[in-house]
């Protein structure tokens, strides 16, 4: 490697630009063979309950107040004592966290000793998504959606417990690019990994180094660069939230190499 102080100065931007790229530690993992395609995920109106059961795992709604606006949640809270690390996982484009957590992610039934948030978008144009930039206004408050996440992450630290230096947020489509492009980008370094699934990252510029795994179909028009792929379009299949459960786990354990 050439010392910095001999680099022309060509050669100095060029260095880092490769940085902002390689800091991104990529769970390189080449997955073709999910042939289950679903639709992007989009609920029933009526899936959000006070309280629901999944194959003995309970989730409850829990509710937020962000700027006089009611925020909600589907959460899963572990049964053990102790700090716990935490998952968020935003759904995507016109979906709710109730129907995108427990019937696409399902991450409470692979790591039941994490507490797990499925947070709800709010309506834009007629369509319930996340905040795309930073700054922006939804519902009259601006960065809602951020506020939103600190609401949510001040809760779970300081009533149950979430373990600050192990939190992991996972989005799907419009969920992964308020990751990408708002949370990354505000609070990278809050966070200890990242995952999304069909959603395109715009630039590194800014943002401080971040384990990610980035997750398409091979034929999503969405994310022509891709680090694991399946058979599939802009669909989610049944078989990557273990794969995304199992790269946060290898980030706790510092095991990737």
């Known amino acids: 490697m050439i010392p910095s102080s ?3 100065p060509f050669e100095k931007r060029s260095a880092v630009r490769n940085y902002q790229f390689l800091a991104i530690i990529i769970a390189a993992v080449i997955f073709s063979s ?3 395609e679903v639709n992007n995920p989009v609920p029933p109106s009526n899936s959000v309950t006070s309280a629901t059961t999944s194959s003995a ?3 409850k709604t829990m ?3 962000v700027g006089g606006v009611t925020r909600q949640a589907t959460v899963y809270i572990p049964s053990t004592s102790g700090y716990h690390p935490i998952v968020f996982g935003f759904h995507g484009r016109g979906g709710t966290g109730a129907g995108f957590g427990p019937k696409y992610c399902y991450f409470e039934k692979n790591w039941s000793g994490a507490i797990v948030v499925y ?3 709010l309506t834009i144009s007629g369509t319930r998504r996340w905040q795309t930039k930073v700054g922006q206004s939804i519902s009259g ?12 992450l001040s809760t779970f630290v300081n009533k149950y417990n979430a373990n600050t230096s192990q ?3 996972h989005g799907w489509s419009s969920g992964g690019e308020f990751i990408y492009n708002v949370l990354w980008t505000k609070r990278g370094t809050e966070l200890k990994a990242i995952s999304t699934a069909g959603a395109a990252l715009g630039t590194t510029s800014g943002k401080s180094a971040l384990r990610a795994m980035q997750i398409a179909g091979t034929n999503d028009p969405v994310c022509p660069d891709i680090f694991l792929k399946y058979d599939g ?4 299949p049944d078989c990557v939230p273990p794969l995304i459960v199992k790269f946060f786990k290898e980030v706790v354990a510092n095991t990737i190499q």
């Open 141 to 152: 408050v601006q960065d809602m959606d951020l506020k939103f996440f600190d609401a949510m």
């Open 34 to 36: 999910c042939q289950k």
């Open 6 to 8: 001999k680099m022309s």
């Open 119 to 121: 947070p709800t978008a």
């Open 167 to 169: 939190v992991f947020c």
């Open 57 to 59: 795992v309970t989730l």
């Open 63 to 65: 509710y937020w107040t």
């Open 233 to 236: 379009n802009h669909t989610y």
